[in-house]
């Protein structure tokens, strides 16, 4: 049985800074507007504004490989949102290199991004079992989702087994299923990946306008962020319902003391985390 572990409504509670600027409370969920004219308090930052999901002012909150993660959250993309051929990632799952082993963060891809593309959406799932992660990756896949809506709501959620070996995913946007993929789906880091939400445009970093150089801004709002651990947690999840709802029970109880055992290792590793730096993106 799936346990409910985070949830945000649209606050800043459980969350540090990306890059950028930190998200603005609004009545309509939080809000992230990415500027190619915006200066930001390190400077000028004109292709990223995000936020990750942390326990501390120096430290992400990491997925745990091999433990079953339900993660909920609904997008707005607020009009007019001109089509552009460049993409901008919404949401990624963020891997925390070894740098000891000379892996660095900016060559190397988020393992699973989700991103705005013309008139559609995509992902991408990257695994790799090798210690020391290069490119080209051992496994990647690109899954078309279908096309966005600008100003309603879409909701996402995710089911997301990590392992670079027999992973799971999952995937529903509006409760239409999108994605259902087995095998690598994460990179053989000593850190389990971190969660991002907000705005990512890369093809700004350098200057580049892509097809629509009449493109300065992006502007987005997420609300009901919802994540969960165990099994059977959509409904825990869903950012659709109003209030979660628990799950369906189980009748067999070898399988709840399995799922209870595998959330109390959990905890515990949640617990024995200390504060220490993190390498942000």
Same mark, same amino acid.
């Given at each position: ?7 945000? #409504?649209?606050?800043?509670? &459980?969350?540090?800074? *990306? @890059?950028?600027? %930190?998200?603005? $409370? ?114 990647? #896949?690109?899954?078309?989702? &279908?096309?966005?809506? *600008? @100003?309603?709501? %879409?909701?996402? $959620? ?124």
């Amino acid at each position: 049985m799936a346990e409910l572990i985070y949830t945000n #409504e649209g606050n800043l509670t &459980g969350l540090v800074k *990306v @890059d950028g600027n %930190m998200p603005e $409370v609004t009545a309509k969920g939080l809000k992230f507007h990415l500027s190619r004219d915006i200066y930001t308090e390190e400077g000028y930052f004109p292709y990223r504004t995000m936020a990750r999901i942390g326990y501390g002012p120096s430290r992400g909150w990491e997925v745990k490989l091999g433990i079953e993660h339900w993660i909920g959250f609904s997008v707005y993309l607020e009009g007019p949102w001109l089509i552009d051929n460049l993409t901008e990632v919404i949401f990624q799952v963020k891997g925390l290199p070894d740098v000891e082993l000379g892996e660095q963060i900016q060559p190397l891809n988020p393992i699973l991004p989700i991103r705005i593309k013309e008139t559609y959406i995509d992902v991408i799932s990257r695994g790799d079992s090798r210690p020391l992660t290069i490119k080209p990756y051992e496994n990647e #896949e690109l899954y078309n989702i &279908g096309e966005y809506v *600008v @100003d309603e709501w %879409m909701h996402f $959620v995710i089911h997301y087994l990590p392992s670079y070996t027999d992973g799971l995913l999952q995937m529903w946007l509006n409760d239409r299923p999108v994605v259902g993929q087995t095998g690598p789906n994460c990179f053989n880091d000593k850190r389990g990946p971190a969660l991002d939400f907000g705005i990512y445009k890369p093809h700004w970093r350098t200057g580049k306008t892509g097809g629509n150089d009449s493109i300065r801004e992006r502007t987005l709002y997420i609300k009901n962020i919802n994540i969960a651990i165990g099994s059977e947690g959509y409904n825990l999840v869903d950012p659709s319902q109003e209030e979660p709802t628990p799950p369906p029970p189980v009748d067999d109880h070898e399988e709840i003391l399995g799922h209870i055992q595998a959330l109390q290792t959990a905890v515990e590793d949640l617990a024995n985390i200390t504060e220490g730096g993190i390498e942000l993106m």
